[in-house]
């Protein structure tokens, strides 16, 4: 594992482990925001045929694609039909109403492009079989361990329950459902699941000025941006992963699925380690300083601040204007080692105290040359790097990559505090995303029943005739390239297999 590249290590960042393991708790109520509690099971669904899906058909035009459900008329079984009528979205509809929730479930959930993203193969394998799905249900029960056999099951079972969400943990030993019946506890263990990574705005609310909490706007979001920017190349370049997932939270963060093989099969051990090697800032609230970057620079935080430099101009200095008052420009004065400097900068300030904050990060070179400077221009240098890092580098919440039976929300779910759908993210225009024009559900059904368009030959998909379409192209595209990918090493492993003798 490569060495970490500064000064703080995996265990040296305080904070709680919302990671819980699967011996604790049994029933509790659901936090909003809360991801590993256990609770009881829910009956388990009974057993049915294999769906048969080919890699071949995942962009298929003619594909009927019977996950993503059609408007046009359809004779099946009771609550199961197809579509139901036309919703008649208002103005006053809620995205929490329950046939709200059962259209999203029958009508745009892509169920087929996740079953195949998480069982890596076209027909069913342990690897969805024996996944670990925890729902939320509308009466903030939480359920885990529940486990499906099939696309279909799983999503009979949300049109049945209409979770609010659900969350995806690893693939176990034996199936979830059926922990309870192995002799010894060890004998079920999570062996497989896709590292993580969790950016929260929350995280933030120290340096961002725009917004507090949960809310967020277009000046705030580029920290995300700049995080994704970060982690996403350090992924690629430094451990070589390209199966790169990334998904909007819903309201205010972000969320990274590696889904390699070789990150999948990845132990405890080794995800803290890489979660160490991307962890920089110091935890807490603390007006200390939060960035003591090792020197000479690792080569990621070297290439991180060529990437951040020009966000700090433009998103930190311009935008957030972070040490406009009194007590914020005190902490910019902390960050600098140099008394004399710290001296002149403060009687420069108090002379002028509604200096913007990029005229201030002016003045502490145009002080520095003027000869107010007690230490060596190579230790400025440094102390100012350490700021632009402070301001921008990613806060990861490293705890949620560091355990592999950790739970993540699923992609394509719909926020409960918000009604967006969680969209992924495209990182090839990653500056373009748009977290406030991500369609919510109310208004993707609004569309389906506003559609003009005519069917022709082939049947429209009710998703196709939404705003989400785009979203669920790109999956779709990942999804097949991670099982392309899947079935080269398949087909290496026979050749290699054939040749023994």
């Known amino acids: 594992m490569t060495k970490m590249p500064h000064s703080i290590t995996p265990e040296s960042t305080p904070g ?49 694609d019977g996950e993503f459900a059609s408007s046009a008329p359809v004779v099946k079984e009771e609550d199961e039909s197809s579509q139901p009528a036309p919703l008649k979205i208002s103005p006053k509809s809620s995205f929490s109403d329950p046939e709200i929730m059962r259209a999203f479930y029958q009508r745009l959930f892509p169920f087929r492009p996740l079953f195949q993203w998480l069982n890596h193969s076209p027909a069913p394998t342990p690897a969805f079989a024996h996944r670990e799905f925890a729902f939320t249900l509308p009466n903030d029960a939480y359920l885990r361990y529940q ?14 329950m209409l979770p609010s969400r659900f969350e995806i943990g690893p693939q176990y030993s034996t199936n979830p459902r059926d922990r309870k ?64 997932l990334w998904v909007y939270s819903g309201r205010r963060g972000a969320h990274a699925w590696v889904c390699d093989k070789r990150a999948r099969e990845l132990d405890d051990q080794k995800r803290r380690s890489i979660a160490g090697y991307l962890e920089l ?90 000869g107010a400077l007690s230490k060596s221009p190579k230790d400025l240098v440094e102390a100012k790097q350490d700021i632009v890092l402070e301001y921008t580098y990613p806060r990861l919440d490293a705890e949620v990559s560091k355990k592999l039976n950790h739970l993540l929300k699923s992609p394509f779910v719909i926020h409960p505090g918000t009604g967006r759908v969680c969209v992924p993210i495209d990182t090839r225009r990653v500056e373009e995303f748009d977290p406030l024009g991500v369609p919510t559900v ?29 979203y669920v192209d790109y999956f779709r595209r990942f999804v097949a390239g991670l099982m392309e990918e899947g079935k080269g090493v398949k087909r290496e492993r026979e050749e290699g297999d054939a040749m023994e003798f």
């Open 281 to 370: 800032l110091k935890g807490g609230d603390n007006a200390g300083k939060k960035v003591n970057a090792r020197r000479p620079l690792h080569p990621h935080i070297e290439r991180s601040l060529a990437i951040l430099k020009e966000h700090f101009q433009s998103c930190i200095l311009a935008e957030q204007d972070p040490w406009a008052t009194d007590a914020k420009a005190a902490h910019l004065l902390n960050l600098i080692p140099d008394t004399q400097l710290r001296a002149a900068l403060q009687k420069k300030w108090d002379s002028s105290p509604h200096r913007p904050s990029a005229a201030k990060w002016s003045d502490i070179d145009a002080l520095a040359k003027s």
């Open 442 to 470: 109310t208004q993707l059904l609004g569309e389906i029943d506003a559609w003009k368009g005519e069917e022709g030959e082939r049947k429209v998909q009710d998703w196709e005739k939404t705003s989400l379409k785009p």
């Open 181 to 244: 019946t192995v002799r010894k506890a060890s004998a079920f263990r999570p062996i497989m699941k896709e590292l993580v990574f969790d950016i929260d705005m929350t995280d933030y609310d120290d340096i961002r000025t725009c917004c507090t909490g949960a809310s967020i706007c277009h000046k705030c979001w580029s920290f995300i941006t700049m995080a994704i920017k970060v982690i996403d190349v350090a992924l690629r370049e430094d451990f070589g992963f390209k199966h790169i």
């Open 16 to 64: 709680d482990d919302s990671s819980r393991t699967v011996s604790q708790v049994d029933t509790v109520k659901s936090e909003p925001e809360t991801q590993d509690v256990a609770m009881d099971d829910a009956p388990t669904p009974p057993a049915t045929e294999k769906a048969k899906i080919n890699l071949e058909e995942l962009f298929d035009d003619e594909d009927s």
């Open 147 to 160: 486990s499906f056999p099939t696309a279909d099951l799983l999503r009979k079972q949300c049109i049945q």
